[in-house]
């Protein structure tokens, strides 16, 4: 890893530690787990997640309480850049990102994105880092799950509703 990208994963580590959980974390933590209001934000959280990070200049993450991270991937039919707002963790310098889609009975675009071009951008608060993404095993996989139930109680209940689907994990490699 170069300098650049140390340095660039150090000022994201400063912002990440300055999140902390407020009245619209416990309030997503309760009503985000309802059928009605999955099935309204995914429709208007990526429209509207995009906006408030302009608006509040990539400030995403202390906006909702959670760890947030733009993802911009090349479409996997249009190689459009498409930009898909997400929770995630943090694996050592990596970042971990699930696709529930709500609990929907399919994959969420974005995966389907990264399988057919792993190369990526994430933003986390100001700071842009490329990376390069790998769908996890299933011993990774299940070693993060509980840790993404334990940050967003939500991902407990999309996993039911997604029919036996196992939603794909990435691990984003900086780059």
């Not at 995914?42 to 509040?56: F, I, K, N, S």
Request: net charge positive; glycine share 10%; aromatic share 10%.
């Amino acid at each position: 890893m170069d300098g650049d990208t140390a340095e660039r994963l150090r000022r994201i580590a400063d912002y990440e530690a300055a999140v902390r959980p407020n009245l619209l974390t416990r309030f997503l933590g309760q009503v985000g787990r309802t059928r009605g209001f999955s099935y309204v934000y995914r429709y208007v959280g990526p429209r509207l997640d995009p906006y408030l990070a302009r608006v509040t200049r990539g400030q995403l993450s202390r906006v909702y309480g959670l760890p947030g991270l733009l993802l911009r991937t090349t479409g996997a039919r249009s190689g459009q850049t498409r930009t898909s707002p997400l929770l995630y963790l943090r694996d050592g310098d990596d970042f971990v990102v699930a696709g529930t889609n709500f609990g929907q009975l399919t994959h969420p675009g974005w995966t389907a994105n990264l399988l057919a071009h792993p190369k990526a951008t994430v933003q986390v608060g100001r700071e842009r880092v490329g990376v390069c993404a790998e769908l996890v095993d299933r011993e990774t996989w299940d070693r993060l799950w509980p840790r993404f139930v334990a940050m967003y109680p939500g991902y407990a209940d999309y996993l039911e509703r997604c029919g036996g689907r196992q939603p794909r994990m990435f691990r984003l490699r900086p780059a």
